[in-house]
């Protein structure tokens, strides 16, 4: 079976824990290439887990679940990412469930040794969702380099929940759960730090989210796609395009049917 937003989102939660609907969350792990996404993944869900092709790619996603406190989660394993601006299949992925798959976290893992190489995608997804958790993981790397990271000043700095992991061995695992369980419920209501556009640019992009707001479905940020569009992401610009028509009804509607080609 293909994961699709609809068989990976929220949807697919209520589908797969039936009753419990109403206490399901969907959460998203994104991160550069080789941060240990699927190490927390793997610790986070253990075998409770199945992978599946998406459609038209052949990219391997991998959906798990996991309890914490009275919640039910379902996590997704992205592909690593460098950007939103995405340039390969895997980061097209990666692109399409952040910006349309409406997780209701993205929690992006960050290398703890390189983290400001790492931040260039923690800003990218602050412009999607205020929903974010920072994990910056592989400390023990870090420390054993001699590198300090300062993670509440961070988590000052981008205005949301920032918290040190060394997910091989665990650590730092049970206060990422609390993280991601105090975003999902309300309990924390992230303000995340936005990049100041120029005025023009800022102009051009309120001008566009207008225009194609109405299109989107909610939840899905206006903003980004337009910024998107304004950058002549061609993989943005195709998916419009190649959907043309239902976008006039519901492309991009709910279902978000048009990842399932
Ligand atoms: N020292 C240390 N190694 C870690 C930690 N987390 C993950 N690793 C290791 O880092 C390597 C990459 O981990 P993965 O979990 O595969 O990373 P990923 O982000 O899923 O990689 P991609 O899916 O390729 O983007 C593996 O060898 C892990 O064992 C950590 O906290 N500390
Ligand atoms: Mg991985």
Redesign the pocket.
């Known amino acids: 079976m293909g994961l699709t937003c609809q068989s990976c989102g929220r949807n697919a939660c209520r589908t797969q824990w039936g009753g419990r609907a109403e206490h399901d969350y969907t959460i998203a792990l994104a991160?550069n290439?080789?941060?240990?996404?699927?190490?927390v993944f793997n610790a986070l869900t253990g075998l409770k887990q199945h992978t599946g092709n998406w459609p038209g790619k052949t990219v391997w996603l991998a959906q798990g679940y996991f309890q914490h406190r009275d919640k039910m989660f379902c996590l997704v394993?992205l592909?690593?990412t460098y950007s939103l601006f995405a340039t390969s299949a895997d980061e097209q992925v990666a692109r399409d469930f952040i910006c349309f798959g409406r997780p209701d976290v993205i929690v992006v893992?960050t290398d703890a040794t390189c983290l400001e190489r790492n931040l260039n995608l923690v800003l990218q997804v602050l412009e999607i969702t205020t929903r974010v958790v920072v994990c910056v993981?592989?400390?023990?790397?870090a420390q054993r380099k001699g590198i300090h990271v300062d993670v509440p000043l961070l988590a000052q700095e981008l205005g949301v929940p920032a918290l040190a992991?060394?997910?091989?061995?665990g650590e730092g695992l049970p206060e990422l759960l609390d993280a991601i369980y105090a975003v999902a419920t309300g309990e924390v209501n992230p303000n995340p730090r936005l990049v100041n556009y120029p005025d023009e640019i800022a102009a051009a992009i309120d001008r566009v989210a207008a225009r194609i707001g109405p299109m989107l479905p909610d939840g899905v940020n206006a903003r980004w796609v337009a910024l998107g569009l304004l950058e002549g992401d061609e993989s943005i610009l195709a998916t419009a395009r190649a959907n043309a028509k239902e976008t006039q009804l519901s492309v991009w509607g709910k279902e978000v049917s048009v990842f399932a080609r």
């Open positions: 991160g290439p080789n941060t240990g996404k699927s190490t394993d592909p690593g893992v993981n592989l400390i023990d790397e992991t060394a997910a091989r061995d």
